[in-house]
């Protein structure tokens, strides 16, 4: 017992300052950029770069306390021949929690809401990762009119998480409750951890995009809640999501090719993931698949090409 009581005041003593060294810093080295726009009761977090009248492109995270940051090499390119918004969804990095749930029906008004009130130039094209497409699945179906396509970074599937192995569930599902989360962040275990995790599922990015990539990092404190809470309603999101396709929507789906780790199960994911795939571009009669060298985080390891695929896209859609 004596032992526990050492270790809780080491903790104590070294971990605070340390967390809150880190806060001082992140504020301090990442200004906050950009602005802020209600949305009933909160307030999101948005970057409006480039201009011009033709169509905005949308980037919409994945599973990711990054939020905007994960797009900012990416948008500062395309923002020289477009209008282009990133943003944080609700709790993730510097956008406000608010009290609705974490579902997809919130999750898209709040996204229309945005764009609507920030009188964008439209249509709308979409570029997304990871969880995008199961939100964007649910946008498109709800507000149509205004989107002419999408390029979607290896996205999950309404089907993909109970085709996955029962270790890749629980591994993506299962985090600390939100009471545990409260006392860990102080005392900064979550940065220490997720910087060292990160670090591998980025290895193979490129430098600028790791630099990038610590602006998330720094500010972890501020959205880590809000990404736990996105990974424990992945079933809830799936869910609500089945049935919806893309319908007449373009879409451009851009493949991972390697595991984000090499072990036998995020091999077998990977052959889940390639599966899903052609579900998504067979449900848009525009669909068109693109595997990458790359693993999942396609906009850090093949950034150039990212930006390459959607102005080439948008070109074509918007002839």
């Known amino acids: ?104 029906a919130s999750i898209s008004d709040e996204l229309h ?48 998480l109970e085709m996955f192995s029962k270790k890749i569930q629980k591994m993506y599902t299962s985090f600390p409750p939100q009471w545990l989360i409260s006392i860990l962040l102080p005392l900064g275990i979550i940065r220490i951890l997720f910087t060292k995790l990160i670090a591998k599922f980025t290895a193979d990015a490129i430098p600028s995009e790791k630099e990038n990539y610590e602006e998330a990092l720094a500010y972890i404190d501020k959205g880590f809640q809000a990404y736990a809470e996105e990974f424990t309603a992945w079933k809830s999101l799936s869910q609500e999501t089945k049935g919806l396709e893309f319908n007449t929507i373009p879409v451009v789906l851009l493949g991972a090719t390697k595991p984000p780790l090499n072990d036998k199960a995020h091999i077998e994911g990977l052959e889940v993931m390639k599966k899903v795939h052609q579900k998504t571009v067979e449900s848009s009669p525009n669909g068109k698949y693109i595997p990458v060298d790359s693993a999942h985080t396609i906009q850090f390891e093949q950034p150039d090409f990212v930006v390459e695929t959607v102005e080439r896209f948008a070109k074509e859609i918007l002839k």
């Not at 709800?142 to 993909?160: F, I, N, Q």
């Open 1 to 104: 017992m004596q032992t526990v009581f050492i270790i809780v005041g080491l903790l104590l003593l070294i971990g605070i300052p340390y967390e809150q060294y880190a806060r001082y810093k992140a504020k301090k080295n990442y200004p906050i950029i950009g602005d802020f726009v209600d949305v009933g009761g909160h307030k999101l977090h948005y970057v409006k770069k480039g201009s011009g009248d033709t169509a905005t492109i949308v980037f919409e995270s994945g599973a990711d306390f990054g939020g905007h940051v994960v797009w900012k090499s990416i948008q500062a390119k395309l923002s020289q021949n477009f209008t282009t918004l990133s943003y944080d969804r609700v709790g993730i990095l510097h956008s406000q929690r608010g009290d609705n749930p974490k579902d997809v």
């Open 113 to 160: 809401t945005m764009l609507e009130k920030l009188d964008l130039p439209k249509p709308y094209i979409f570029v997304g990762h990871s969880l995008a497409g199961l939100t964007l699945r649910a946008f498109v179906n709800k507000y149509p009119e205004h989107v002419v396509g999408m390029v979607l970074l290896d996205p999950t599937h309404p089907d993909a």
